[in-house]
């Protein structure tokens, strides 16, 4: 089992930054690749951003790139999702995962974390 406790969210300007943190506990946190997905009100989760388990892959959703970038410290069990720029079209309750399989897009996550709200105000 692994545990996964997001935290950073908040409420924040148009054109602000946000850091979003994801804290994994359980298993061997570096044999994980992870993942930070989003669902806005009314809308499908859609994935945001991946990291293969040792940081050396990441990939974005189109509509982020340039603007968030994804980062892990195996050392503290963490993932970080920093977001800038950020825009309302943002706003969405923001969850962190994990896969325990090499990373691929669209592959399937075995943990989610409970999420944390971003909201961005115009």
């Known amino acids: 089992q692994v545990q996964l406790v997001e935290s950073g969210g908040g409420l924040v300007q148009a054109g602000g930054s946000l850091l979003l943190s994801c804290a994994a506990s359980g298993r061997t946190f570096s044999n994980y690749a992870m993942g930070w997905f989003r669902q806005a009100p009314g809308k499908e989760r859609e994935f945001v951003a991946g990291i293969s388990n040792t940081g050396g892959v990441t990939y974005y959703v189109d509509s982020v790139k340039g603007r968030f970038t994804i980062s892990r410290d195996n050392a503290k069990n963490t993932v970080y999702l920093q977001m800038s720029s950020l825009k309302p079209v943002d706003t969405a309750l923001y969850f962190c995962?994990?896969?325990?399989?090499?990373?691929?897009?669209?592959?399937?996550?075995?943990?989610w974390g409970q999420g944390t709200q971003v909201t961005v105000s115009s």
């Open positions: 995962a994990a896969a325990f399989r090499p990373f691929r897009i669209n592959m399937p996550y075995d943990y």
